[in-house]
Nanobody, 124 residues
Framework: QVQLVESGGGLVQAGGSLRLSCAAS????????MGWFRQVPGKERECVAT????????YYADSVKGRFTISRDNAKNTAYLQMNSLTPEDTAVYYC?????????????????WGQGTQVTVSS
């Protein structure tokens, strides 16, 4: 399995931006589809974006479409989530996850490895 470490979370005002990073190690990063999820206490983990091996195919949840951008740099073994026009509803712990199977997936049960999460707090 690949090991994942997220960074880049923090406190930001509504309308602001953050970029999350997910550094991978332990396996060939380019062999994995990647996903970003978020979770609020008391709620299920929600998939916000996923990306294919090459980055050519992506998926976004309706709630973030047009505001968030998922990308990856296979040479740096890193995936990114650029978050713009943030609102207080985006406040959550954000997780990156990897998936060896070659298809986009939005269920957390379909991912093999997870990072520890990074807190994003958006103030109004």
């Amino acid at each position: 399995q690949v090991q994942l470490v997220e960074s880049g979370g923090g406190l930001v005002q509504a309308g602001g931006s953050l970029r999350l990073s997910c550094a991978a190690s332990g396996r060939t990063f380019s062999n994995y589809y990647m996903g970003w999820f978020r979770q609020v206490p008391g709620k299920e983990r929600e998939c916000v974006a996923t990306i294919s091996w090459s980055g050519s195919t992506t998926y976004y949840a309706d709630s973030v479409k047009g505001r968030f951008t998922i990308s990856r740099d296979n040479a740096k073994n890193t995936a990114y989530l650029q978050m713009n026009s943030l609102t207080p509803e985006d406040t959550a712990v954000y997780y990156c996850a990897s998936r060896i199977r070659a298809s986009l997936a939005t269920s957390e049960n379909e991912y093999d490895s997870w990072g520890q999460g990074t807190q994003v707090t958006v103030s109004s």
